[in-house]
């Protein structure tokens, strides 16, 4: 395996880690949308184009999309950016 390949399963497992321990929901979402996009190159240089594809859209696109919608209608978008503004 070379060197590249050893970075993105290191992040891999930053994102696996840090997605558990972020407070934040979008942020944890961010997060889990870039980790979707990195197993899907990592799909890629195992030569397998057909999961990658499927890892970019559904992991990194449906799947985000879903989230930020849930968010959007349990209010918890706009109580964050209420909370950073009563903070300031």
Known sequence: ????????????????????????LLTATVVLMGYSLVMSVVWMLLESPDLAITEAAVGAGVTSILFFITLKKLHAIEKQKEEKHGKE
């Not at 395996?1 to 696996?16: D, K």
């Open 1 to 24: 395996m070379t060197v590249f390949t050893y970075i993105l399963l290191g992040f891999l497992i930053v994102c696996a880690v840090s997605v558990s321990l972020i407070k934040n």
